[in-house]
């Protein structure tokens, strides 16, 4: 069988994206998207997007992890499937469309992307660290350099500890660096490993440093790139108007054989 695909990366998080709007791709088959996401055997990416059309939306977003498992919310992901949509004719310049979390709009301002993120209510404290769902769980811990974090290991072991061993959780570190600016690190769920962004640990990594008395909109620095997340606040420790804003870009396009 010969897949045509597209490679996007949105800040170093990287996707092998699918038209799939006359749905001939196996979505079912976890180790054909296991392969696919292969950096070694296959196209290699942090995950595999399907891009599909929709009766109520522009299209629908199908989001899977490198694992093969359908996953949740990828803001990057999104980000980069608005671009697809743009590049395939799909939409013009604004998008609503469809993801796990439920609708979402985005709008296309030449290399920027800016992506409306779903309302967040309720932002667990635990001890000095904190707990909160973006589209996608994640656990926030501020540190005071995040460079000389062990990101695999320390990560990891927050992911399968006992509390969230079952379902998983991102785990992001995090360093205050400015004013309004911040550099975070993410152990990704689903991945296994440290990913050079993630777009739903900077949006929980903005809205908690917010908490902490940063003003939106918070300036984001990730390995891969530069991110910038507004917000309002809603109560204590709640939030709305939620844009997560960033670049998403083709990488090239090839058909591969499995």
Not at 77 to 101: K, P, S
Not at 190 to 205: F, K, P, Q, R, Y
Request: glycine share 12%; proline share 2%; aromatic share 10%.
């Amino acid at each position: 069988m010969a897949i045509s695909f597209h490679k996007y990366q949105g800040t170093g998080n990287d996707f092998v994206m699918i038209d799939n709007r006359k749905l001939t791709f196996p979505g079912e088959n976890e180790e054909l998207i296991k392969h696919l996401c292969d950096r070694r055997v296959g196209v290699g990416a942090d995950g595999l997007i399907l891009l599909q059309d929709h009766p109520d939306y522009d299209f629908e977003m199908v989001y899977y992890n490198a694992d093969g498992r359908v996953g949740s919310m990828c803001g990057n992901g999104a980000r980069c499937t608005v671009r697809f949509a743009r590049q395939l004719g799909v939409i013009e310049d604004v998008a609503c469309f469809l993801a796990a979390d439920g609708e979402h709009q985005a709008s296309v301002e030449r290399d920027l992307i800016q992506l409306k993120m779903n309302d967040v209510q309720g932002v667990e404290h635990i001890g000095k660290d904190y707990f909160l769902n973006t589209g996608s769980p994640h656990y926030i811990c501020f540190v005071d350099d995040v460079e000389k974090v062990d990101v695999f290991a320390e990560g990891r072991a927050i992911r399968y500890n006992e509390r969230f061993a079952a379902v998983g959780t991102n785990v992001n570190f995090v360093q205050k660096t400015g004013d309004n600016e911040i550099f975070v690190r993410t152990f990704e769920r689903g991945v296994e490993d440290e990913t050079l962004s993630c777009g739903t640990g900077v949006t929980a990594a903005a809205l908690v440093a917010g908490l902490e008395g940063m003003q939106s909109p918070v300036k984001v620095k990730v390995l891969g790139g530069e991110l910038e997340v507004a917000f309002e606040r809603s109560g204590n420790d709640g939030f709305k108007y939620i844009y997560l804003i960033g670049p998403a870009r083709q990488v090239f396009t090839g058909t591969v054989t499995v």
